[in-house]
Each structure stands twice: as structure tokens, then as C-alpha cells.
């Protein structure tokens, strides 16, 4: 992930922030991070523990000098109330919510140097411990770049089920069948021939991401600029909805597949993607095409 991360960051030579659950809080992300110049924005465990730097007494040290202070866990800072201050929540979706929290730089083993903690008092999510490389970064700021973590996740979700985006699956017949635990495939040793033709699978992978992720982005548009068309379009029914906020892609899809069949019925322009469409169409994913058909 990490790797990935870096070949990203080179792309778009701009300063950026990983963020990521606390599977990644450790010192296999971290150094690399540092050492690249980047940063992370993460949460940690209720158990985290972190240092006071080490008082420096006046007498000339014996060997190297001691760096690592008293001990402390990091949840015992909720226990002092009067540390934490109390402000709107700065989490997007979150209005007239008030949440307080403590900023600390202290000491962390994992990656020995000073990391930034944030301790946050939500009163709906509890107790929340996050922390930050990046030093000069504004507590709220870290909040705030932390909430979108989930709203990352549901784009992926929403990738996943709605387009399957990631759901690519291409063989090759000159490929070689392959044991699953069978490892490395030394590519090296195989026919320049061969290898174009796995360079050429690995791109007809990258393309279907692409595709994916260019239909997400459509379907974004038209629920953040057309909500309103899209939700009289949407001829299903969920457990749960505003119509006054912007649908989810779920929606925008169910919308534009409900509406298809009346549109190429009634569209008097001669395109080639209606002539595809009308003469690809699967009548069981589209009833209403069957009716009008008919």
C-alpha cells in the first residue's frame, strides 16, 4: 500500500496526506512516510501508550543521552476534563454538534520521535484517540481529515457493489496454468511474446478500473447537480430516505436503468449506442423495456 501510495504522490508532486485506520499506525507505514517527506493522519487503540521527553540533567550524560520520559496512557487524558476544549464538530455532516478534544506531542516508541495526539470526546462516537507525523498540523484539521476516512470507504463500497468496479477477472489463453500457492512466476524467464501479452492483461486491468471510477464520477454529477430529476426517476424503495439530500450512487444507477427503456422508446435521434443497447438489452434486467416491446 505504501508503495502504491508513493507512485501516486510522484504523479501529483503535491504535498499529501495518508489516511488510514490503525491497521496502518506502525512503524512499517511510518518510516517510509517520514523519510519520503509525507505524513499520516490515523487512529489508534484505547491501549496506545506514548512518553514525555526525557528531562536532561545538568551533569554530562554517561553514554547516550536518555531520550524517553515517564510512561503514559493516552486514555487517561479523558479523565482531565478541564484540559479538553469544547467547539462545533468540524466533521462534515455533523452541524450544531459539539465535541471537545486535546492536542498532545509526546513521544511514540513504534517510530521513536514526536507524534501529534488528538483526543477526541465525541458524544456520539465516544472516546476517539487519533495522531499525526506532521507536528504543525491544526488539531481540527486532524478531526476533520480523519472524518473523511469513512466517506473514502463508502466511495469504495459503492464502487464495489453498484459498479464492480474492481470485480475484473481477464485470462489469458497463452497464459500458464498456475497451482494457487505456486508463487512467483518469473516472467523474466518466459518469451517476449509472452510477457507483452501479460503487460497487455495487467493494462485491460488498469482500463476497467478506470472506466469504473470515470462511471462514479458521472453518477456524482448528476446526484449532486440533478437530485431533484433523480429522485423522481427512482421508482424503488428504501428504508431510509431524505430526498433532501443528494442520492447515492445506488440511486442515480437505479434511476438511469428505470428510465432507459422510456427514453430509447421514445428518442427519435438514431444513435449507435441506442441501436447497441436496443439490440443488447437483456429484458429480464429490464421489465419495463419488456412492456413497451411488447
Known amino acids: 500500500m505504501v508503495c502504491l501510495f508513493f507512485s501516486v504522490t ?44 526525557a528531562e536532561q540533567s545538568l551533569k554530562k550524560p554517561v553514554g547516550r543521552k536518555k531520550m524517553y520520559g515517564r510512561k ?11 484540559l479538553f476544549s469544547s467547539v462545533c464538530s468540524p466533521v462534515y455532516g455533523e ?7 486535546y492536542c498532545i506531542d509526546l513521544l511514540w516508541r513504534p517510530v521513536g520521535q514526536l507524534i501529534r495526539f488528538v483526543l477526541v470526546n465525541h458524544p456520539v462516537r465516544g472516546k476517539i484517540v487519533l495522531m499525526t507525523t506532521m507536528l504543525d498540523l491544526d488539531p481540527l484539521k486532524v478531526i ?8 473514502i470507504e463508502v466511495a469504495f463500497k459503492q464502487a464495489v457493489r453498484t459498479l464492480g468496479t474492481y470485480a475484473y477477472h481477464f485470462w489469458m489463453k497463452a497464459m500458464s496454468p498456475l497451482k494457487r500457492v505456486s508463487g512467483n512466476q518469473h516472467l523474466h524467464k518466459t518469451s ?27 453518477l456524482l454529477h ?7 430529476l433523480v429522485w423522481s426517476s427512482f421508482r424503488s ?28 422508446l421514445g428518442s427519435k435521434i438514431d444513435h449507435p449506442l441506442e441501436k447497441f443497447i436496443a439490440d443488447n438489452a437483456d429484458p429480464d434486467l429490464m421489465p419495463d423495456w419488456k412492456v413497451h416491446a411488447a
Open 10 to 53: 510522484e504523479l501529483l508532486k503535491e504535498e499529501i496526506i495518508l489516511v488510514a485506520d490503525n491497521y496502518y499506525a506502525n512503524k512499517k507505514v511510518i518510516k517510509p512516510l517520514i523519510k519520503k517527506g509525507l505524513h499520516l493522519v490515523s487512529r489508534l487503540r484505547n491501549n496506545a501508550v506514548a512518553f514525555y521527553q
Open 72 to 82: 503514559v496512557e493516552l486514555v487517561s487524558f479523558f479523565r482531565e476534563t478541564h
Open 95 to 101: 452541524k450544531n454538534l459539539i465535541i471537545s478534544y
Open 144 to 151: 476533520s481529515i480523519y472524518g473523511y476516512r469513512f466517506k
Open 192 to 218: 517476449k511474446d509472452y510477457r507483452r501479452l501479460v503487460k497487455r492483461k495487467i493494462r485491460a486491468y488498469h482500463c476497467y478500473v478506470q472506466i469504473g471510477c470515470i462511471a462514479q464520477g458521472l
Open 222 to 228: 448528476l446526484s449532486i447537480n440533478f437530485g431533484t
Open 237 to 264: 424503495w428504501l428504508r431510509t430516505m431524505k430526498k433532501n439530500l443528494p442520492p447515492s450512487e445506488m440511486v442515480v444507477s437505479y434511476a438511469l436503468r428505470s428510465s432507459l427503456p422510456e427514453f430509447l
